[in-house]
Every structure is written in C-alpha cells, then in structure tokens.
C-alpha cells in the first residue's frame, strides 16, 4: 500500500469512526431530552452495541497497518495531526476488550437514571452500587491500558486531555488554591452585592436564552437549543450541534449563565472547519480547550459590566422588568461559599473542582470506596469552602459526570478557567475595544478571533500548543489570579 | 454447535439487529422532528453506516450456518417463527451486494429533503434526477435479489407484505374498484354533510390530540407525540415508541384523524411483548396489519357517530367550541372526488391508492420513467377519481413515500383498511356493547381485543394468518364494502 493509498483508507475509516461517535451523541443527547421513560431498557443495548462497534473499528489491525505506513511517510499537517490523534486512541483502545467497553456502556445507560432517582430522593444508598461498579469497571479498564508505572489516575486524564498529568495538576492547585484562599479572605470581611429576588416565567426566559445565544453567534441552522434536566452540548456533526439548559423560575441569572456557557461549547463545536469534520483531527482538541471557550463567554463575557449594559434593555424586551446596570452586574459577581458547583461564581469554582480532584485521587489510590463517599464529600467542602451540605443531593449527588463514568473530567474545568484567563488577557491586548463592543451586543470580532485562533485549529496540535500560539507563552495561574482579582477584588472594593 | 447454542447465538445476534433497528428508527425520527437544516449532509453518512453495518451483520455466513442448524431442529413457536423471519432477511440481503445497500441509504438522506423543497416549491424537476436515482437504484437491487421469472414488483412487494403478490393485488383492485365506484355514483347524487368551517389554535389542538391519543391507550411513559411535516411512526423498542402529528389551524378534524391513525400504529408496537422484543419474531407481522391497526382507529371508531358523542365535550374543553354531534358525524365522513390521499375519506381512500399501485406497476415494468409521471399521475386521477391537480404539489409530489425509497408500500393501505374491515366486523359479532363503550371513552375493551388477537402475535405468523385467528375466514373485499355501505351509504341516504 503506497503512502497515498493509506491515507484513502484512513479517511474512510475515519469517517466511519466520526458518524459512529455521532450517533452516540446523538442517542445519548436524545436520552436526557426526548427519550420517554421506558426507553431506558432498550437504549442500553443501543449505546453498548455502538460502543462495542467503535471499539471493534479502533482496534481493527488493518488500520494500525494503515497508521504504520503513514508513520513514515511524509505528511502535510492535516495527515500528521490525523496519525498522532488516531494513533493515540489505537494505541489506547487495542489494550481494552471489546467485552469490557460494552459492559461499560451498558452499566454507564443504566447508572444514569439510578443517579437522576438517587438524586432526586436524596438516597445515596441507591446509587451506592452503581457507583461501586463504575469504579471497578474503570479500574479494570486503567489495569489493561496502563503500561508503565504511570499514576492510575493519569491513565484517565489522558482520556480527556492529552499532556496533563497529575503532577501538572498538583502543581497547579498547589499555586491557585492559596491566591483563591487570600481572595476570598479579603472578599469574606466586606459585604457584597445582593441577589436578584424574584420569579420569572419559564416561557419568557426561554425566548430570552434563544436570543442571547444566538447573539453570541450560536447558528440554529447547525444547532439546537432545547431544555435537559442538567445542561451539556453534544456536537453530533459541525451542522448539528445541540446544546441544552435547564430554566429556574427563581433564577433568572443562574439559568442565563448555563446558557452562555453551553453556547460556548457550541460555538467551539460549530467552528470546527467543515474540510477537517471526518478526519482524526477534525475535532476538540481537549476538554480543557473545550471548557476554557465555555468558561470565556459564561464568565469574562457574560459576566462582565459591559455585558450587563447589553443585556438590561432585552431582559426588558423579554421579562419586562427593568435592571440597573450596576446591580445586574453585582448580582452576577457575588461570591459566595456554596455548596453548589454549577452555581458557584468565579472566585470559588475552583475550590468546587479541586475538592473533587483530590476526592477522585483518593478514589483511585484505593484510600475511599463509594460508600465513603458522602463523608468524605462533607469533610473536603468544610475544609476547603468552609459549607457543608446536611443532605446528598446538594452533596456528592449534585454531578452527573460521575454516573456517566467520567472520572477525571473535572480538572479540565479548571484547565478551561486557566486558559480562557490567558486568552481573555491576549484578546484584550489585542482589540482593547472589546467591552465597548459587547456593550453594543457585537460579539462577532470576539467570535472571530475565537475561530480563528481556536476553533479553526481544531485537533490540528494539542491544546496547550494551540493555546500557546494563541495567546504567547504565558502563566496561566498568574493570568487567572490577576483576572479574578481584577473584577472581583474591584467589585468588593479590595486589593491585593 | 448444538441447537441451544445456535438459538443462543442466534439470540445474541438478533439483539444487534433488532438495536441497529431501533437506532435507524432513531436517527430518521431525529431527522424530520428535530434535527437542524445543516444536519443533513453529516446523516446521511451515519444512516448509510448503520444501513451497511446492519447489512454486514444479516449477510455474514454464520449467521446462516446458525439457521442451517436451527432449521433442521425441534423448536417452540418463538423459535420457528424467528427462524423463518431472520431466514427470510437474510436470503433476501444476501443477494445484495453491501455497496449497494450503503449507496441506497446515502440516496435516500439526500433525496427526502430534496422532495421537501421540491414539494413546497411546486417545482418537480427538481426533484426528478432524485426520483431517477431511487428507481434506478431499486431496479438494480431487484436484479440482485430476483432468482426466478417472478414480477419485479412482487419482490418488492415481500419486503412489506410477505405473501402478497401481484397476482393478488390485482384481483384485489379489480373486484374492489368497481364496487367503490357503485358506492361513490350512488353519492353522487346525494347532497353529502357539510364541513366544519373555522380556524382553532395550534397549542389547544395540540392539547386535544395529545388527550385523545391518552385515552386510546397510548402510553407516554413508553413513548412521545411531536410534530412533524409528515406524520409517521417508528417504534425504537416496545418502551420508546415515537408517534407524530402535523396541525392544521382550519383543519381541526383532518389534523386530529392524522393523529389517530399514528396512535393506532403506536399502540401497535407498544403491544408487542417485551420477551418477543429483539427475537426475530418481535416485530409487526406486516406493513398490511400495521396499516390495518392504524386505520382501524382513525375510521372505523375515529369517525364513528359513538366517537363524536365523546369527542364533542371534549372539543368544547380544549377549544372552546360547542360542537353538534351529528354535525361532527357528517363532517368526519364527507365523500369527496378529492385530490389528497392523507385527507381522503374512506370511500375514495382505495382509489387513491388504486393510482399508485398502477403507477407503480408501469414504472417498474419499464413503461414510464420519472419524467412521464406528473402527467401519467394527472391522467390517473382524471381517469380513476375523476379530478386532477394542475400543479405537482398536489398530485405526483404529495407523498413522501418515493422519496423514501418505498416503492410498492401503498398497496399496504388497502391491505390495512381490508383487514381492518374483517376485524371490526369480528370485533363488532363478538363485541356487540363496542359503541356504548366508545360513547363512554372507555378504549380500554377493544385495545385488550387488538393486543390478544393482534399486537401479542408480533410475527409469531405471517399477517394473514394472525388476521384469519382473529376473524375467522373472511372475505375481506367483502366486509370492507359492506362497512362502507352501511356508514356512507347510510349517511347519504343511498343503499345498494
């Protein structure tokens, strides 16, 4: 086979693989939006035999022949991103068993509504089990991936992003979690901006999260935006993109910044170029990557004063109520010890993942079990928060990654808070404008230059190289502490 | 391989197949409910994919190794039946090369939203090269799959309707067409009821449909009704099954017939077993009795003088409007030499239906291509129902039908309203209380009848004989014009 003959072949497969990964977001998004009760029996079945179909595709030998040709061949950028990305997830998945990755997607399609319930009841007990068994399966997966004397838990954060390491990560919050700590304490002893109090109708907000989000350049011709008990995105293909959120009556804000975030997803997912979607390089270049466009537009767009300035004569338009600015803007801001992770502002979300970070590192060193969960969860949130939560629903219930056997997916939040700060200060270097600009509602050069630094380079490099061309060679930590302290410090009229 | 293991493995099998099917119910439910516009080009590839992939697994050689020593066993009624069905499948698919079923798949994703615009545009040249490829590409599958000198039609025929052939089909419309055309002379004359004149407002009469589908005995715990441009059904398995409708703000009535006829074919597959659910036997017996089920509801009760008795108040609940129950009677049942299959009445339905299968017919025998139809179509009509559409909206493109590559299914609807005829008249001998109990809304008696003598039977036998069970030896011809007499004739005052 000729080096040009391979690559045919590797396109092909490759589109086999990407509609494969379609369809499963496609059946898990309609799992959690359209998806009647008793569609759960067979939807299992469903989501194993695409997983184990995938799976099968992956570890076919003929295509780590194709990939051992094209390894030495020469390759234009797209076809070297394209055999280093699919190389990985060959080298990754030939360890796994299909058996074992078709248990795992049936014991992931049944743990989901076990969690919803357990949530919902606030019965841990009942989701005990589930848990213990999305554990073990995903040791038993780590146990024939891991090859080295690697960390067992950075078998699994090279699943979501590539390069990061445990001791990255530890470093990381060793710098953050002390700045965050002197934050707060500076923010603890002043009294901050109040809360907005009031109710609003479902339907109203509706029409006002559809016309945030496609201000912000997200395109209903290539996307959806529909309720979910709890918000994600699945991008299903470029011209098919679904994000969803989840109203709250009583919080008008909270719900809007769901929105925001999501649509930052779908943005992101959107602006993958058309020419790449199907090729091994033609999707996110990390979780991290993912959540830094996310956290950019939910937090240093959408909770900026300029936006506040945009959004106060279309809360008008929509709920019918009049806003001051500058209370909006408060209201949007405050910081609080919570007990809620997707609720919690800015300055203490990081705290929200670093508990989960060590809880999960201690999960997988084999120091706590499932059923050690709840207390330990109370323990970290006192110390680290200083708020503990009586019951587990607002507790070690309140995620749903966990259900879905994401383990490890939580660092990549703050990874996405690190380098939305880097190329928040990078954009604003570069167009000092932009706050005049989303006081007009014109968040089209910020899209642009997202596209075109972001989501144009797709998985054509890792993420810490795309940001890196991006916004220079900058100190993440030090861009975030700097950002946070900037606007909430100011908001609370302190200083470091 | 013993004959436990072999029906193991064909089990085992089976579950793939039956959830690659539910998947493709899926993904072309998705596709005209909720799918956004840019969608298209990325599903025609994930349909092509699970098409092939489906194909793949019935044509594999050990699958028919399994049946080769399954058919020489001792085996219960289930196991027969999946035998014979999977049996069926697979010497059907095997003749049909992979690249082809993959090919067809593509065509058909790109040609329905092609038919969409074509229709709405009146602007059948468009759509014609779409319409080439469809024949052209069935034509081809035929020859693969034909082995002796029986009709090209026929073979199409079996993959709806097992066991009706050409031969039938044609005895069938030539003794039914004379006797629809004594009744409709006799109506002629008569100066029929008048129809119901008004405009009622979407969400109310979508309160209404979704009321009555509930007290039919649909479930929406196992399944859900939307909207769509086309009303259709999909059964991704016995708890998930997806029915919708299309609203008509001046059509209160034709709008809420459509939603009753797909009831009727959503309580169909929500009766079948769950322990028939992913054996070969777990599946409506024919297109002809899914058609029987549907058309049942939506006429034989749906536009019974006792429905309106119970339907009146609840018009006047969900749109405000008090309603004459005789008035309501008449307007269900107008006799028109009209243009439109889905708003024909049931008098003229099977003419509709007669123009199709003829069309059919000429263009797979070669005598017409796809650019003689919107005239042959015109002609038809004049000839048989005695109008005709100046423009393609409403004649050649109205159906979505060739657009989805299902030629030879009309002749399903006739099937459907014949065996429906012989088992109400059934129902009606063994049930003589059934239109007290209609007046009262009480469904519950006679879906218990359909589930034992029908939906249970899943494809335990073939439709005729599952019909026969029901009803005894019958003559369907028989029943359906003497049904028809005795409502229409009698609304019009004319018998025979």
Chains 1, 2 share one sequence.
């Not at 309609?30 to 595709?57: C, F, I, N, T, Y």
């Not at 803007?329 to 997707?342: F, M, Q």
């Not at 079990?369 to 309140?398: F, I, K, M, N």
């Amino acid at each position: 086979m000729t080096p040009t003959q391979a690559w045919d072949q590797l396109r092909e497969r490759s589109t086999e693989l990407t509609a494969l990964e379609g369809l499963m977001g496609l059946v898990e998004w309609d799992q959690q939006v359209m998806m009647p009760r008793a569609g759960a029996l067979a939807r299992g079945e469903q989501l194993s035999l695409l997983s184990g179909l995938h799976h099968d595709k992956v570890v076919d030998p003929a295509l780590s022949d194709i990939l051992g040709i094209l390894s030495e061949a020469d390759l234009d950028p797209i076809q070297a991103a394209s055999v280093r990305n699919l190389g990985r997830t060959v080298a990754r998945s030939a360890r796994v068993p299909s058996e074992l990755v078709r248990r795992g997607a049936r014991i992931r399609a049944a743990s989901f509504p076990a969690w919803a319930k357990a949530k919902g009841d606030d019965d841990f007990a009942s989701f005990q089990p589930h848990l213990e068994e999305l554990v073990a399966i995903t040791k038993e997966t780590i146990a024939h991936i891991k090859t080295d004397q690697a960390d067992d838990y950075d078998v699994l954060l090279e699943a979501f992003d590539p390069g990061s390491t445990v001791a990255d990560l530890d470093d990381m919050f060793g710098r953050l979690k002390p700045e965050l700590g002197k934050l707060l304490d500076a923010i603890d002893g002043v009294e901050g901006p109040a809360r907005l109090e009031g109710s609003w109708s479902v339907e109203s907000q509706k029409r006002l999260h559809h016309e945030v989000a496609q201000a912000l350049g997200f395109s209903y011709e290539q996307g959806r935006l529909d309720d979910s008990e709890h918000p994600f995105t699945v991008g299903i293909a470029p011209g098919d993109v679904r994000i969803t959120t989840h109203i709250y009556p009583e919080g008008l804000l909270s719900g809007l910044s769901g929105t925001i975030h999501e649509t930052g997803h779908g943005l992101y997912e959107q602006g993958i170029p058309l020419d790449l979607h199907s090729t091994p390089a033609g999707g996110a270049a990390s979780f991290g990557l993912h959540e830094s466009q996310s956290r950019f537009w939910e937090n240093t767009i959408g909770r900026s004063r300029a936006f506040c300035v945009w959004l106060a004569p279309l809360l008008k338009k929509h709920v019918g109520q009049d806003f001051d600015v500058d209370a909006l803007y408060g209201a949007s801001n405050r910081v609080e010890r919570s007990l809620i992770r997707v609720f919690a502002d800015e300055a203490t979300y990081n705290l929200h993942i670093a508990v989960r970070y060590d809880l999960e590192r201690r999960i997988f060193s084999g120091e706590l079990s499932a059923a050690d969960l709840p207390e330990a969860w109370r323990e970290a949130y006192r110390e680290t928060l200083g708020v503990c939560s009586e019951d587990d629903e607002h507790g070690v219930l309140q995620d749903v990654h966990w259900a879905g056997g994401m383990f490890a997916y939580f660092p990549s939040y703050t990874l996405g808070n690190l380098y939305a700060a880097s190329l928040g200060a990078k954009l604003l270097e570069e167009r000092p404008q932009l706050w005049e600009e989303v006081e007009r509602g014109e968040f089209a050069p910020t899209l642009a230059w997202l596209r075109s630094n972001i989501h144009h380079k797709a998985h054509l490099q890792d993420a810490p190289a795309i940001v890196e061309a991006a916004a220079g060679e900058r100190d993440h930590v030090k861009d975030l502490v700097e950002y946070l302290w900037s606007r909430h410090g100011a908001l609370h009229g302190v200083s470091r």
